[in-house]
């Protein structure tokens, strides 16, 4: 299927590994300019030859830390130089570490913050000028489906998160009708992400092992696994594109059908 966004670009926040990546990988493959960022060299040099081989848009990808407005201000204004504007923006972050609520110090939210919520806030306030220009503007958050139901141990993304569904949902109506914006509710996929969640949960004790703990991640899936990067992104493609034209101010679940409000 073409999804019609060959030549548009599209600038992917913290897209050098994990959910980010999967996505600016599909938009690559549909022949999308793609200007993804990170904060870890080789991820990014990895990325950006990876995206390169993808398709045949451009590639940008460049060092940049999302928790910090001037690094987000000169990502957004270097992609527009590079690709002579902007048509969609996926926001995407690194998690907040895991926990409970009595482990969480004051740092530990604001921090969460910064990264979840305000990171969007900022790429969208620099982006939505350009977005606006466009004929195909639109906006795809990635989240997690700890917005709608919480995840034991994962105190700061149940609760920061969900400032991002009420950006979201507001920007839908306020950017409209020249930019659409939605939300991806992300379940475990096979990133380095839930390598880590796994990691913490055996050395709390939550878990015997790695494999115990892993196979737990899927125990209450409908579809007996848990998802694949791609899959992901190829949502997020599809919600990028002009398939999904009169999609807006949606949030949609990924997650093998394991939520169950």
Same mark, same amino acid.
């Given at each position: 299927?073409?999804?019609?966004?060959?030549?548009?670009?599209?600038?992917?926040?913290?897209?050098?590994?994990?959910?980010?990546?999967?996505?600016?990988? +599909?938009?690559?493959?549909?022949?999308?300019?793609?200007?993804?960022?990170?904060?870890?060299? &080789? #991820?990014?040099?990895?990325?950006?030859?990876?995206?390169?081989?993808?398709?045949?848009?451009? $590639?940008?990808?460049?060092?940049?830390?999302?928790?910090?407005?001037? #690094?987000?201000?000169?990502?957004?204004? &270097?992609?527009?130089?590079?690709?002579?504007?902007?048509? #969609?923006?996926?926001?995407? +972050?690194?998690?907040?570490?895991?926990?409970?609520?009595?482990?969480?110090? @004051?740092?530990?939210?604001?921090?969460?913050? @910064?990264?979840?919520?305000?990171?969007? $806030?900022?790429? %969208?306030?620099? !982006?939505?000028? #350009?977005?606006?220009?466009? @004929?195909?503007?639109?906006?795809?958050?990635?989240?997690?489906?700890?917005?709608?139901?919480?995840?034991?141990?994962?105190?700061?993304?149940?609760?920061?998160?969900?400032?991002?569904?009420?950006?979201?949902?507001?920007?839908?109506?306020?950017?409209?009708?020249?930019?659409?914006?939605?939300?991806?509710?992300?379940?475990?996929?096979?990133?380095?992400?839930?390598?880590? %969640?796994?990691?913490?949960?055996?050395?709390?004790?939550?878990?015997?092992?790695?494999?115990?703990?892993? @196979?737990?991640? !899927?125990?209450? $899936?409908? %579809?007996?696994?848990?998802?694949?990067?791609?899959?992901?992104?190829?949502?997020?493609?599809?919600? +990028?594109?002009?398939?999904? *034209?009169?999609?807006?101010?949606?949030?949609?679940?990924?997650?093998?059908?394991?939520?169950? *409000?």
């Amino acid at each position: 299927m073409d999804l019609g966004l060959a030549g548009n670009t599209a600038l992917c926040t913290a897209a050098s590994s994990g959910l980010g990546r999967a996505s600016a990988l +599909a938009l690559a493959r549909e022949d999308a300019n793609v200007a993804i960022c990170g904060t870890t060299p &080789e #991820h990014v040099d990895e990325t950006r030859e990876e995206l390169e081989a993808a398709g045949e848009g451009g $590639v940008l990808a460049v060092e940049a830390d999302i928790t910090d407005p001037d #690094h987000v201000g000169a990502f957004v204004e &270097e992609t527009v130089e590079e690709f002579g504007g902007l048509d #969609h923006v996926v926001t995407s +972050a690194g998690g907040p570490p895991s926990g409970p609520f009595t482990s969480m110090e @004051d740092r530990d939210w604001y921090g969460a913050y @910064d990264m979840l919520v305000m990171s969007a $806030v900022w790429t %969208l306030r620099e !982006a939505r000028p #350009h977005l606006v220009e466009s @004929d195909a503007g639109s906006i795809v958050a990635i989240t997690s489906r700890t917005v709608q139901e919480v995840s034991d141990g994962l105190l700061l993304s149940n609760a920061v998160r969900r400032g991002v569904i009420g950006l979201v949902k507001t920007v839908a109506r306020e950017f409209a009708p020249e930019v659409r914006a939605n939300a991806v509710l992300p379940g475990a996929h096979e990133t380095a992400r839930i390598e880590n %969640l796994i990691e913490d949960a055996v050395e709390r004790g939550d878990a015997d092992s790695y494999e115990d703990a892993y @196979d737990s991640w !899927a125990a209450d $899936v409908p %579809l007996e696994r848990i998802g694949e990067p791609g899959e992901l992104g190829d949502a997020v493609t599809f919600l +990028a594109s002009e398939r999904a *034209s009169y999609i807006s101010g949606a949030t949609l679940a990924i997650d093998g059908g394991s939520m169950r *409000s």
